[in-house]
């Protein structure tokens, strides 16, 4: 998997784009849960807040992604 690879290289997991959005909001507006997990245990924050001071789990709950939400809350 892409992802994995990436960090394995060394991808920065707490790096934003030009809205703020890390990979975990990323993953979470997409309902990605597996990489949510798997962007966590390399060190990536949940909490973070983007530039309109949303965060993952806002994101994956207004996108209606029940199981990005619940890793986000465990």
């Keep these: 998997e892409i992802l ?3 960090l394995r290289a060394g ?10 959005m890390t990979a975990v909001m990323c993953a979470a507006a997409q309902g ?3 990489h949510i997990r ?3 245990a390399a ?6 807040c983007k530039s309109d001071g949303a965060t993952a789990l806002h994101v994956a709950g ?4 029940a ?7 465990t």
Excluded: P, W
Excluded at 11 to 20: E, I, K, P
Excluded at 62 to 65: D, K, L
Excluded at 67 to 73: E, F, G, T
């Design 67 to 73: 199981d990005a939400i619940s890793v986000l809350l």
């Design 62 to 65: 207004i996108n209606g992604h």
């Design 38 to 40: 798997d962007l966590v």
């Design 11 to 20: 991808g920065d997991v707490h790096a934003r784009d030009t809205d703020g």
């Design 43 to 48: 060190g990536a924050g949940m909490n973070s």
């Design 4 to 6: 994995r690879e990436l």
């Design 32 to 34: 990605h849960a597996a």
